[in-house]
């Protein structure tokens, strides 16, 4: 694993992406999975991510592919939650923006408060022009192509 020649190949995500760990797949498409954070910091704490290897929010980019990319991952983790926890009142969809993530492969963080304990919500703080997290809808905001999209 170790002299692995590329980044892509020996990143735990695209492992598990693969289904080559023992990571339990909560929902697995095309595009996506999805799995249980295995630090968990919420009631319930999914993570989306895409089986392509994109490491960070900084690598996507204002176009049709990246915003349809996670506007689905957006869908996946809020119809798992929706089911999972359906007693929760409080959702957090979102990803940490570098240097703030843990992981290079970019990841969907779903949140079903409350937080436990209490004190990890500051892991999911927006921390304005510092970074921090970015809310899921915030960086649609950001990826969504400026000319309007017929249907
Ligand atoms: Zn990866
Ligand atoms: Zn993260």
Not at 65 to 93: C, I, W, Y
Not at 112 to 126: D, E, M, R
Request: proline share 8%; hydrophobic share 40%.
């Amino acid at each position: 694993m170790m002299r692995a020649p590329s980044s892509a190949s020996s990143c735990i995500f695209c492992q598990i992406a693969r289904s080559s760990t023992s990571t339990v797949l909560l929902h697995s498409d095309e595009k996506v999975v999805v799995f249980q954070d295995i630090n968990p910091s919420a009631f319930r704490h999914y993570l989306v991510i895409p089986i392509e290897h994109i490491p960070t929010v900084r690598n996507l980019q204002r176009r049709d592919e990246d915003f349809a990319l996670v506007s689905h991952m957006l869908d996946v983790g809020q119809t798992l939650l929706r089911k999972d926890a359906p007693n929760s009142k409080h959702f957090r969809f979102g990803f940490h923006q570098p240097p703030f993530n843990s992981v290079d492969h970019l990841h969907l963080h779903c949140l079903a408060l409350p937080f436990i304990p209490s004190w990890k919500s500051i892991k999911y703080l927006s921390l304005g022009p510092l970074g921090g997290f970015i809310e899921a809808e915030k960086l649609l905001e950001k990826l969504k192509p400026l000319s309007p999209l017929t249907s």
